[in-house]
């Protein structure tokens, strides 16, 4: 069986597929597309949020020839089990702006797709049972007033007020953050390929009867490539 890697790749003249050995099925929201292409300009290997993701944003700039090929079905890894938790800060300015995009991208998904990808902004509690970690979150909260993202420091009373299950003698404090929340993995993957198959891009479910499978990783003029080969 084919263990999906999520990769990106971009040789110089775009991929060609050799013959596959093995038998294909094709995704549901591939529109139709029974055979992968015999170039593309970029494949993905791996459909889970991040390959979804990543189909998404390269069709969104423009690509259209781009393929993402996942050995079992959308969100068969670890996606389909996750959390979906969407924070909206962390402890670095990079994740931040990266969060921020990923939100603006939830807000605007159901208009472009029509499909909802169930995300729900119910707000996010960072809770804090020790003096050192509620430095920690206090530190965050200045972070987040640097980038323009509203957060709140609440006592243990405030946060029992907030939520009431909590037991406010456990802790020292918490920050409170109105907009975090929580996605529907496979609602986040469906439309994010709705959206990239409507703008020409393909998604394939492949099953291989090969034994062994490499992805194997080259360097070229500072850029890191890759090439998928099979025995």
């Not at 962390?90 to 921020?100: F, G």
């Not at 939100?103 to 797709?113: N, P, S």
């Not at 469906?190 to 394939?204: D, M, P, Q, W, Y």
């Amino acid at each position: 069986m084919f263990h999906c890697v999520k990769s990106v790749y971009f040789p110089n003249g775009g991929v060609s597929f050799p013959r596959f050995h093995g038998a294909f099925r094709t995704h549901r929201n591939s529109r139709n597309y029974s055979t992968l292409p015999s170039k593309a300009d970029a494949v993905i290997i791996g459909g889970g949020s991040i390959g979804c993701s990543t189909l998404y944003h390269l069709t969104k700039l423009g690509l259209k020839n781009v393929v993402l090929l996942e050995a079992n079905k959308i969100t068969a890894g670890t996606t389909w089990h996750t959390a979906g938790l969407v924070w909206s800060l962390r402890p670095n300015d990079t994740d931040i702006q990266l969060l921020k995009i990923t939100r603006e991208m939830l807000g605007r998904l159901e208009e472009e797709t029509g499909v909802n990808p169930g995300f729900n902004m119910n707000g996010g509690l960072f809770l804090a049972s020790t003096k050192e970690r509620l430095d920690e979150y206090k530190r965050l909260h200045t972070i987040g007033k640097a980038f323009g993202i509203y957060s709140e420091m609440l006592s243990p009373l405030e946060t029992k007020r907030l939520y009431p299950l909590l037991d406010e003698k456990t802790l020292y404090g918490t920050m409170y953050s109105p907009t975090d929340g929580n996605v529907d993995p496979s609602g986040l993957c469906s439309a994010l390929t709705r959206f990239a198959t409507r703008n020409g891009a393909t998604v394939s479910v492949i099953v291989f009867s090969l034994p062994y499978i490499f992805i194997i990783f080259y360097s070229l003029n500072d850029f890191l490539y890759s090439t998928l080969t099979w025995f």
